[in-house]
């Protein structure tokens, strides 16, 4: 057994309390103990790391992630994609990510390669392959060809194109077959595709198929969900998870927090297809940004659960946790890191293992030099992230993030 001291110049629990100079016990990867620092504390421990001048605060958590969606028209060999998978995988890490839910396109084989040891990464918990219907969100087609997304198995796997309760059905099991944790699903259009924002996806018998199909392998249904018709449509559904949720309205925000609805809003995409769009798309994106913004909002005043997802794209993937700091602008410093952490493991349903620092937890740790209360642009400020601890084990150290 190894015991493992840290000292901490300040805890930012993941739930909305702060303790200064404190000191975390760990054992075998698991938090023991939570306290005020004493010197006393060394002698009982193994290893003890210093971070006396330092923010420590539980690792972050990415409810929306996209290791593998690369980018559309890429010409790339087997062993190009997993590169640049794995690099994206390790940069979410050094990054501070200790856990990640891919909202679509990576294979199980991708969190089997972080779990055993083979890849260096956050733990994955994987959707598989977006479920789309004909012509939907993730229908990847163009309209005369019928073969649109990159499937290698294992690896990437970007989209089911299915049509009616069975064809649903049948792609969900395919999805946990391969590994995945949840399934998600398009009940709406997208910014990146033709179906209409404010476009209905799937019927309701379609949708219940997945929940069904989820629910008895232990798992949920999330949605892909900009318009207030669409969050609606996947309650009908029983969906409780939503994505986007760009063009909510009071009515609808209600009824997310009667049912017990969550919500991943996803600024940090906008803002970066902003920076890249012709002016006369970079409009549209931008009034987009402003009703998404008013969304969390309308959300957040309901009751909703609001979680914290980045939905970043293409290879190269990088500062991850400016989501976070965008959230911190609209929702306030505490408020944008415990939606990032434990109201993000709440969601992903592993609360009761990670995204807060306290006792029986494991021991996921982010060190910043900086507070990220005082200024939440430390978090992806170059060299700011000290160290990331998995299971109690030092995973990155400074001069890592690249």
Known sequence: MTRTLLRCGQLVDGLGRTLPDAAISIEDGVITQVGPWT?????????????????????????????????????????????????????????????????????????????TGLISGPRILPSGPFLSQTGGHADHRGPWHEHGSVSIPGLVRVALVVDGPDDVRRAAREAFRAGASQVKVCVSGGVTSGGGLDRCQFSVAEL???????????????????????????????VRHFEHGSLLD??????????????????????????????????????????????????????????????????????????????????????????ATSVNAAILGIADRVGSVAEGRTADLLVLDGDPLADPGVLVRRGAVSAVFQAGVLATEAGEVT
């Open 208 to 238: 219940r198929a997945a929940v069904d199909e989820a629910e008895s392998h232990g798992g949920y249904v999330h949605a892909h969900a900009h318009s207030a018709a669409s969050v609606r449509h996947g309650i009908a559904a029983g």
């Open 250 to 339: 009071e009515e609808t925000a209600r009824l997310m927090a009667e049912v017990g609805a969550c919500l991943v809003p996803t600024l940090l995409v906008l803002q970066r297809l902003i920076g890249t769009a012709p002016p006369e798309t970079a409009a549209s994106l931008t009034a987009l940004m402003e009703s998404m913004k008013k969304s969390t909002l309308l959300a957040r005043d309901a009751g909703v659960m609001l979680g914290s997802g980045s939905d970043l794209l293409g290879t190269g993937q990088r500062g991850r946790a400016e989501e976070i700091v965008l959230k911190a602008e609209l929702l306030g410093p505490m408020a944008a890191l415990v939606s």
């Open 39 to 115: 010197a006393d504390d060394v002698a009982r421990h193994d290893v003890v790391h210093d971070f006396g001048d330092r923010t420590v605060l539980p690792g972050l958590i990415e409810a929306h992630g996209h290791m593998g969606l690369l980018g559309p028209g890429l010409q790339l060999s087997a062993a190009e994609i997993a590169a640049h998978v794995f690099a994206n995988v390790r940069q979410a890490l050094r990054e501070g990510f200790t856990t990640v839910r891919d909202a679509g396109g990576i294979d199980g084989g991708v969190a089997a390669c972080v779990s």
